[in-house]
């Protein structure tokens, strides 16, 4: 088997030895493939393909398939693919990532180049993976590409076992916060949005789902059932929203003595799930508080989507 034999396994890599070597233009060289400045200036921070462009033919492309570029596990893969097949050597050649990670390079494909870090990455970084080469037929500009990741950061660190709750409804960039925090952290959550939340924003169930969180029931309007006749309290459940969830939390935990909020949830298969832990999040209760009450305790967590201070919670942790 030669040197560059059509499947490399396990070329090992230290990866700033290899930085940039015979793509990157060093200061003072103008090479004649150079990205223009100011295209290669916007594409840097984007993660997008810097690649030349000219009389000679376009370059290849390069895209990170793998991780995506927020939430990387730490246990990530490196995959990168190229829209042409590349000369081998080249694209090796060009690898780097930075911080530096030990690990070894796979070519499973001439399209596609792998790198398998030897340890895990770290927590809450932001990676920066360099990659290029020339295509494997001859006399075609070379692809250059700075793509970028950031890792999840590090677990939540508690002396009790734990659910986070998310009530009633919130708007678009708190709940895109919340969902960013809990994806930092790799937890999984319980919604329960109001039936008029999910009519004002039709992306959100789908969104939550997506994400591996659950959607329950919490009414349709958010009244306090307590002192609706049972017609309306039926009503009012049946209209919420619940996708494979049997869980059923009633607006401001509120239950008539007589129990009828409770059969009436019972007889549309619903239970009652209510708290261990309030944080009135809504009242704007600092993040370090609601961590320690959280800590303190653990079980389920009630918090909202439309808390002051939960998306720092929801990080503090
Ligand atoms: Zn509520």
Known sequence: MGAWGVRLAAVRVAALAVLCLGLAPSPGTAPSWAAAPGRQAASRD???????????GAAPQVRLVEPGPQHAPIGSTIRLAF???????SVLRSFSIEPPVEGTLEWPDDRTLVFHPAAPLAYRSTYR??????????G?????????????????VLAFPFTLTFDD????????????ALADRSLHAIFFPTGLCRDQLPWLVPTLLAAGHRVCNHTYSHPDLSKLS???????????????????????????????????????????????????DWAGTPADVMVAMIRARGGVVLMHMH???????????
Do not use: K, N
């Not at 984007?46 to 000679?56: F, I, N, P, Y």
């Not at 692809?143 to 939540?156: D, G, R, S």
């Not at 009828?260 to 708290?275: D, F, H, K, P, T």
């Open 46 to 56: 984007d993660g997008l393909v810097l690649a030349a462009s000219g009389a000679h």
């Open 83 to 89: 829209s042409r097949r590349m000369a081998m050597g």
């Open 307 to 317: 808390g002051a201070h939960t998306v720092e919670a929801i990080r503090t942790l």
């Open 140 to 156: 075609g500009l070379p692809a250059l590409a700075t793509l970028t990741f950031a890792t999840v950061w590090p677990p939540p």
């Open 230 to 280: 049972s017609a309306a309290i039926r009503s009012e459940i049946e209209r919420g929203v619940s996708v494979d969830c049997d869980l059923f939390r009633p607006p401001y935990g509120a239950m008539d003595r007589g129990g009828r909020v409770a059969a009436v949830a019972a007889s549309l298969g619903y239970r009652i799930q209510l708290w261990d832990v309030d944080t009135r």
């Open 169 to 180: 409804c919130g708007t678009p960039e708190q709940i895109q916060a919340i969902l960013s």
């Open 129 to 138: 993976v360099t990659a290029g080469g020339f295509a494997a037929v001859a």
